[in-house]
RNA sequence: GCCCCUGUAGCUCAGCAGGAUAGAGCAACGCUUUCCUAAAGCGUAGGUCAGGUGUUCGAAUCACCUCAGGGGUACCA
């Protein structure tokens, strides 16, 4: 109906020698006032100088629309044009869906196209904590809308298992190992105190008892590094979380990457020697400070190695570039695609989603969180005590770009009135009613239904609602954001529980009418569960 | 100081390519089950959309200013 209206409209628009981009159509928020409108003639009083009425008229003058899809249509003041459909049109659309099935809402915009999306990318000097799973669950709830909107979608973790702070955590370790072999050593400075330290620790003094102060710390980093990944991968795979790609920062400099882009930079002469350190010349480039890329230690700060990432994310070739990053990265990514900018690549299809901090309370209180200081939850914990489902929902319920209130207490205590479970129960529901029917042994032959008896007011509204759920999916894909999709499932199973609340979907007494009814409700059923799936949650057939 | 995010009902938050009377969930109060799962539905109450100025036929939405909270502004990532 939208690309019908919008055909039609635009046609009819440039036929007046008037702007037809200005053409909009939305959905009234009140029924009364149709199922699509626009504001056409609004816009345009300003141009046309006439009143928004007697626009309106013009285009609409003469025009007839298809009755199988527009039942009529009015001019409303202060001038919007209000389109109502045809009942034949809802029952097309279920039609569709029940013929689609599961691949109903996917749309072919990004057919033939690939995408990466960056997400986690947390290095692994410990588990994986509340804080990291909010980017968790947005990456990957993105990249599902995406593989639903057509793309080839690679999900990847970029991680460093090198520098500095992994030096720190092989001295901890290895203080922690002595410790347990009753030396009394303390912990480097500014090392990392975390229990999950101890447990590793014994761990190794199991397989390696021999092992002493003279050891060299690099076996110690290396095999906190693999027990650290092997808990965070399996933290992953709890929240049904896979990435294809685990991208090593090291790799960039084996394969001299790092080099190649100090060496482009500086023949562009944008690099300069200061206090022994290399500089980026970022100050010509629109951004407020020179920012260091070689630290007179030798060493290249997190930005040199990013920039050769995103150089080879580039020449990767993915049509869409995604990054996840918290608002604590926000200012590294200007310098990123500006360093891009400047060695001549394409920069302009690497999208970035900065998500605000997630603020964890416990008992009303503010819990402080830092991997260092071990002062956290680990997503573990929180998948323990909440479940996957539920951490998921709360994750994604909410805007990436809200600060996000994870109540610890809230969550827990929720599970008998927790959202997510009202989705759930509304796909149980449904199941629960496709069983009863088939006890009574009603006849739910969908395909032959008479979809035309579904023409109450609340039959109708639960219809309406259910075909938004492709336009929910392109916003979802527009706007790189996931969180309107939770929002409108909860819409669509409200007006489910209000529809079962109304109507008896079996009543033996009028069999057409319930077989229509079964026919909506497994249309509904088919949404629900698409949605959860891209939500990555469970779609239950009892609770 | 400068940059980014946020400020909407008691609480948590939607809405913000300007549109028709500002919404939901939770909390509060009241109601609904001889009938497909009441993990539900209905109703009542609750608002200076932080504040101000401006643009517009029309502003929660756009611009500017102020205030408040969070983050950044590192030769940490």
Redesign the pocket.
């Known amino acids: 109906m939208f690309e019908y209206l919008t055909k039609r409209l635009s046609a009819r628009l440039e036929l007046l020698g008037w702007p037809a981009e200005r053409l909009?159509l939305?959905r009234?928020?009140?029924a009364?006032?149709?199922d699509w409108?626009t504001?056409i003639a609004?816009?345009l009083?300003?141009d046309l100088k006439r009143s928004?009425m007697q626009i309106a008229e013009e285009p609409m003058d003469g025009l007839d629309l298809d009755p199988g899809i527009v039942e009529k249509f009015e001019i409303?003041n202060?001038?919007?044009i209000?389109f109502f459909q045809s009942a034949d049109y809802l029952s097309s659309q279920i039609r569709k869906i029940l013929k689609e099935k599961d691949d109903y809402g996917k749309s072919n915009f990004g057919s033939g196209k690939t995408a990466q999306v960056e997400f986690v990318s947390a290095?692994p000097t410990g588990p994986l904590t509340v804080g990291h799973g909010r980017q968790t669950v947005l990456g990957d709830t993105l990249a599902n809308i995406l593989t639903w909107s057509g793309y080839e979608v690679t999900r990847e973790y970029y991680f460093?298992n090198a520098?500095?702070?992994m030096r720190l955590l092989g001295e901890s370790l290895k203080a922690r190992y002595l410790e347990l072999k009753g030396e009394s050593i303390s912990l480097p400075d500014g090392g990392y105190e975390g229990a999950y330290l101890i447990d590793i620790a014994q761990d190794l003094l199991n397989e390696q008892p021999d092992l002493t102060a003279d050891t060299d710390v690099e076996l110690f980093k290396s095999y906190a590094e693999t027990s650290i990944f092997t808990n965070i991968k399996s933290s992953l795979e709890r929240i049904g979380v896979v990435h294809d790609v685990f991208y090593n920062e090291r790799s960039l400099y084996e394969t001299g990457k790092i080099d190649e882009v100090l060496s482009i930079l500086g023949e562009r002469g944008l690099l300069y020697e200061?206090?022994?350190?290399t500089w980026f010349k970022t100050s010509e480039l629109g951004i407020?400070?020179d920012?260091?890329l070689v630290?007179?230690?030798g060493?290249?700060?997190?930005r040199l190695p990013d920039i050769a990432y995103h150089r080879e994310k580039v020449a990767r070739g993915f049509d869409l570039v995604v990054d996840i990053f918290g608002?604590?990265?926000?200012?590294?990514y200007p310098d990123v695609l500006t360093a891009l900018k400047v060695m001549g690549l394409k920069y302009e299809h690497i999208e970035v989603v900065?998500h605000?901090?997630v603020t964890l309370l416990r008992s009303g209180e503010v819990v402080k969180m830092s991997t260092r200081k071990a002062n956290f939850v680990t997503l573990d914990e929180l998948i323990d005590e909440v479940g996957a489902d539920v951490v998921r929902y709360f994750y994604i319920?909410?805007?990436a770009?809200?600060?996000?209130?994870f109540?610890l207490d809230l969550a827990k205590r929720q599970t008998?009135?927790n959202?997510v479970?009202?989705l759930q129960?509304a796909h149980?529901?449904i199941?629960?009613?496709f069983?009863?029917a088939q006890e009574r042994g009603l006849d739910s032959d969908t395909e032959n239904a008479d979809l035309s008896l579904l023409n109450e007011e609340f039959a109708v509204a639960l219809i309406n609602k259910a075909l938004e759920f492709p336009e929910v999916i392109d916003?979802c894909r527009r706007s790189l954001?996931v969180?309107?999709l939770p929002?409108y499932l909860?819409e669509l199973?409200?007006a489910l529980?209000?529809f079962?609340?109304?109507?008896?979907?079996?009543d033996l007494e009028q069999p057409e009418l319930s077989k229509a009814r079964l026919a909506l409700l497994e249309a509904v059923q088919i949404i629900l569960r698409s949605g959860l799936r891209i939500l990555g949650i469970s779609a239950p057939e009892?609770?």
């Not at 200061?274 to 350190?277: I, L, P, R």
């Not at 060493?299 to 997190?302: Q, R, S, V």
């Not at 770009?401 to 209130?405: A, G, Y």
């Open positions: 909009q939305s009234p928020k009140k009364e006032n149709g409108a504001n609004m816009a009083a300003r928004p409303l202060p001038g919007f209000n290095n460093n520098g500095r702070q200061k206090d022994g350190a407020e400070q920012r260091v630290k007179s230690t060493e290249p700060t997190y608002a604590d990265h926000i200012d590294a900065i605000q901090f319920m909410r805007s770009s809200s600060h996000l209130n109540d008998e009135e959202p479970f009202y129960y149980a529901r199941s629960s009613i069983r009863r916003h954001e969180h309107h929002g909860s199973a409200t529980h209000k079962y609340t109304e109507y008896k979907v079996i009892q609770m």
